[in-house]
């Protein structure tokens, strides 16, 4: 319900621009400064692997996921609490059921 056209589109920035970010960051690294930190044309050889592509899918997921759970709890909890709440107002005082 929160989410929308503009927030879809800054995570799909987000994310293209980081793989932009990596593509163009391991082509331009020096080849003479790597000895011990391997960033020349890195990128693109891990993109050919497939644990890699999984591994970007879960980190993407994973918040994605998080807010899919507490949208469900707040379904599954939360209008039964707000329900049960209002009718004991009710019952405590009349006049609180106004404020709900």
Known sequence: ???????????????AAWF???AVYSAVYPVSS?????VYFAFQQNARNPS?????????????LGS?????????????AI????????RVNPDAAQCV
């Open 1 to 15: 319900r929160h989410i929308t056209l503009i927030s879809h589109g800054a995570a799909v920035i987000s994310v």
């Open 20 to 22: 932009i970010w990596q």
């Open 34 to 38: 790597t000895e011990g930190y391997e």
């Open 52 to 64: 890699f592509w999984l591994i970007v899918l879960i980190t993407v997921a994973i918040p994605v």
């Open 68 to 80: 899919i759970a507490v949208r469900a709890l707040r379904i599954g909890f939360g209008a039964s």
């Open 83 to 90: 329900t049960w709440t209002a009718k004991n107002q009710r």
